[in-house]
């Protein structure tokens, strides 16, 4: 069932008054009435009607003033108002379109022209409100796409064009919210890099970094790796999230061995600065939980379980060279890769043993 329309009867005569209440309410609207300009103002402010009757010659406020303030507030700029005059129609009528009113009635009031202006000015209301409200929620949409689009456009830092692409397109499910998946994470860093960076000045070390890391970035994005974060000499890689790929422990192994070779030419040059520079890589498999890490205004994708630590303990224990893989990968991959078998490492933090190869080059 429609709300009745709501319409304020603003005149100084109390006939005049009860004639229209009467008129308009034997139609369904809701009436309300006022005597003055000063309580006019106060019902449009309080009571939000949908059209306004306004007499023109009031004590006090004249109903052109009433209208004029009407218009300069925003939130009744585009309200209906109705000029009622007994005064020269054609000169009321231009005075009216200066205040801002939409219509004119001439009293006495003639009710089939009265409910027709009524009628037609309500309609043109109900369209408007109608149309405020579409806007409305389409600027909430857009704002909220917008919002969606910069959140997960920073996840470009961390991951490929290709999968930043597919996760702004919706292709991809959205990596910032929690969720849990089995990875394969990768963690890299520069042997002999703490001895050369207490040593050397900043902007050599700096230098250094800038080449590392340039080189590796470019090795990630094209094995659609993941980037889940870099700190100084030491770089973790994540794969099968956000994009969940085929053989993500195959492509691990093959990013690290094109990640070594690229490194091994690296460090010729800074051998000749001066600079005694290895590569390690560790490499395991297992589950974890992912999604935005932080506080409100710096967020960023990453991932938390016992696989990130074992990942970075195998590369703490890698030697210059060496891609120290889990048993689990090796499982998964003893037929893809020739690897030896190092023994069981006791690793910081984990309470056993753990099995460990190391990959010496694909099958």
């Known amino acids: 069932m429609s709300v009745p329309a709501k319409i304020l009867v603003v005149d100084d005569t109390p006939a005049n008054i009860k004639l229209l209440r009467d008129l308009l309410a034997s139609k369904g609207y809701e009436v309300s009435t006022a005597v003055n300009g000063e309580e006019a103002l106060a019902k449009v402010a309080a009571e939000k009607p949908d059209l306004v009757l306004l007499d023109v010659m009031m004590p006090g406020i004249s109903g052109y003033e009433v209208c004029r303030r009407i218009r300069s507030e925003p939130a009744t700029s585009l309200l209906p108002v109705v000029m009622c005059t007994s005064l020269d129609p054609q000169q009321e009528r231009v005075k009216g379109i ?18 027709a202006r009524v009628k037609s000015l309500l309609r043109v209301k ?34 490929s064009p290709r999968i930043g692409d597919l996760i702004l397109s919706g292709e991809v499910d959205d990596p910032l919210k929690t969720h849990r998946r089995e990875i394969t994470v990768v963690f890299t860093d520069l042997r002999g890099f703490t001895a050369f960076s207490e040593t050397a000045e900043p902007e050599e070390v700096m230098g250094v970094l800038r080449e590392y890391h340039a080189a590796l970035g470019h090795i990630v994005l094209a094995h659609d790796g993941t980037i889940e974060h870099f700190a ?3 770089v973790m890689i994540l794969f099968n999230d956000p994009m969940p790929l085929d053989e993500p422990e195959l492509a691990a192994v093959r990013m690290a061995l094109e990640m070594r070779a690229a490194v091994d030419g690296l460090a010729v040059g800074w051998k000749k600065r001066g600079h005694d520079l290895g590569f390690g890589v560790g490499i395991a498999n297992g589950y974890a939980t992912l999604g935005a890490i932080g506080f409100e205004g710096r967020r960023d994708y990453g991932a938390i379980g016992p696989v990130t630590n074992l990942s970075a303990r195998l590369c703490g224990e890698a030697s ?22 190092i023994g069981e490492l006791a690793l910081k933090g984990l309470r056993n043993p753990v099995p460990s190869y190391n990959v010496l080059a694909l099958r």
């Open 232 to 234: 100084g000499d030491g």
């Open 98 to 115: 200066e205040a801002g009113a939409d219509d004119f009635l001439s009293k006495p009031v003639n009710q089939p022209e009265l409910f």
């Open 126 to 159: 109900a369209l408007h409100d109608e149309l405020s409200a579409l806007n409305a929620n389409l600027e909430k949409r857009v704002a909220e796409q917008v919002s969606e689009i910069d959140r997960l456009a920073r996840l470009k830092r961390f991951v």
């Open 320 to 341: 210059a060279g060496q891609i120290l893989i889990s048993q689990r990968v090796f499982g998964k991959l003893e037929d893809r890769v020739e690897a030896e078998s």
